[in-house]
């Protein structure tokens, strides 16, 4: 058990060392959680945002939701501290100061990713908030998760 212990805080390390920043403009603008940035030696980088996931563009609010995130970000300055891959990057990505993922949550065109926020993040209370006013997403009746939305196409098209 202790040698565990001693290996947790160089896990830590290792991630933290593992992490890059990647700066360019935004060129394109997939879904609402979802970029592509031109670094500076002209490399194109797809990446989602990290903590949040925002509706499918074919689930109701998925357009308004991609609209939202361009507003946000496209043809931007663009800062990305990664924090793993599922293969496109993810990271937490700032668009000329603003922080995307969390003005997604904070507009209601976002959920924060089950599982995935990080301790003591502000967007599980910022989601919230979002939901009370009935901003975005929330404004409709039941709105569904882009994971449940994604398992239920699934399963669909299985049939």
């Given at each position: ?8 805080p160089l896990s830590v390390i290792v991630q933290a060392a593992s992490a890059e920043t990647i700066s360019g403009k935004v060129v394109a ?115 569904e998760p882009p994971w449940e939305w994604r398992k239920r196409q699934d399963a669909a098209a299985k049939k």
């Amino acid at each position: 058990m202790r040698q565990l212990l001693l290996l947790f805080p160089l896990s830590v390390i290792v991630q933290a060392a593992s992490a890059e920043t990647i700066s360019g403009k935004v060129v394109a603008i997939t879904d609402g959680d979802t970029l592509t940035i031109v670094d500076n030696d002209r490399k194109r980088h797809r990446i989602r945002l990290a903590e949040v996931d925002a509706p499918e563009r074919k689930q109701p609010f998925g357009t308004e939701s991609r609209k939202s995130l361009a507003e946000i970000c496209a043809k931007k300055s663009a800062v990305v501290e990664t924090v793993g891959k599922d293969p496109r990057v993810i990271g937490k990505v700032t668009c000329a100061g603003v922080d995307a993922g969390a003005e997604q949550v904070r507009r209601g065109m976002a959920w924060v990713f089950a599982g995935a926020s990080l301790p003591n993040s502000p967007l599980p209370e910022m989601e919230a908030h979002a939901r009370l006013r009935g901003l975005g997403l929330w404004a409709g009746d039941k709105p569904e998760p882009p994971w449940e939305w994604r398992k239920r196409q699934d399963a669909a098209a299985k049939k």
